[in-house]
């Protein structure tokens, strides 16, 4: 246990009562959260529920909020980050994220759709010292540019489906990370890109989670 943990018992309480308990034993992933501070990145008139176990708003808009920490920290934990690798985020939110993604990695791209949102995570991201991390104001349902893949991909928040443009962008062995589905029932989706047109994908949890803007949605239409 480290002192930084210790010290803090909101922080201790999130990590042991919250996070832990879901399967989150990492202890890098442990102590990262104690060392990127998820209150800096929490809006001022939430900050007091920066370590609750909910979605915090972020603004006015649908989906605009940030995703919980056990939420968090169990997809960053299941994507096994390493040093070397390339990131893609759609949806960035706070930027708190996208902070954890450039902790753990060589480098991180952010899209975010709202133009405010992406201006004040860069502000915050730039006031915390993270330089790894760049964020792009666009809409990420959008097909990318040819040109740059990625070793990791997470879209932080829900989609109907996995959006298969995505998965082209991804490296040999680059795994993309989204949480599929509909409420009251959606599932962590892991896919592992093996081979040239080859996907290995893993559904090994249940969660929930605010929509990411503008992706398809399946016809509601009964016939």
Same mark, same amino acid.
């Given at each position: 246990m ?14 042991e009562q ?10 890098e ?19 007091? *529920? %920066?370590f609750?176990? *909910?979605?915090?708003?972020l /603004?006015?808009g649908p989906g605009?909020? *940030?995703?919980?920490?056990?939420l ?5 934990? +299941?994507?096994? @980050?390493k040093?070397t +690798?390339?990131?893609?985020?759609? =949806?960035? #939110?706070s /930027?708190?994220? %996208? ?7 060589a480098?991180?791209? $952010?899209?975010e ?6 201006a $004040? ?6 006031r915390? /010292? ?5 964020v792009?104001?666009? +809409?990420g ?7 740059? $893949?990625?070793d990791?991909?997470?879209?932080? =928040?829900?989609?109907a489906r996995?959006?298969q443009?995505?998965? #082209?962008?991804?490296?040999? /062995?680059g795994?993309?990370?989204? @949480?599929? =589905?509909?409420?009251?029932? *959606?599932?962590?989706h892991?896919?592992?890109?093996? %081979?040239?047109?080859?996907?290995? $994908? ?8 605010p ?9 509601r239409?009964?016939?």
């Amino acid at each position: 246990m480290t002192a930084s943990l210790v010290t803090d018992p909101l922080r201790f309480n999130m990590i042991e009562q919250q996070i832990r308990p879901w399967n989150v034993l990492d202890l890098e992933i442990l102590e990262l959260l104690t060392v990127v501070r998820r209150e800096d990145y929490v809006p001022e008139a939430h900050r007091s *529920m %920066a370590f609750f176990d *909910m979605d915090i708003p972020l /603004g006015d808009g649908p989906g605009q909020s *940030m995703l919980s920490p056990k939420l968090e920290a169990r997809l960053l934990q +299941d994507l096994k @980050i390493k040093k070397t +690798d390339s990131v893609l985020e759609i =949806g960035t #939110g706070s /930027g708190y994220m %996208a902070a954890l993604l450039g902790a753990r990695a060589a480098r991180v791209l $952010t899209l975010e759709i709202d133009p405010k949102l992406a201006a $004040t995570a860069a502000q915050t991201l730039q006031r915390n /010292g993270v330089a790894n991390v760049e964020v792009r104001e666009a +809409d990420g349902s959008k097909p990318l540019p040819s040109g740059p $893949t990625f070793d990791v991909i997470l879209l932080s =928040g829900s989609v109907a489906r996995i959006p298969q443009n995505l998965l #082209g962008s991804l490296n040999i /062995g680059g795994r993309l990370a989204a @949480i599929v =589905g509909d409420e009251p029932v *959606m599932r962590a989706h892991f896919v592992t890109r093996t %081979a040239e047109g080859k996907w290995d $994908t893993q559904e090994p949890w249940d969660t929930i989670a605010p929509r990411l803007l503008n992706f398809p949605e399946p016809s509601r239409f009964n016939f």
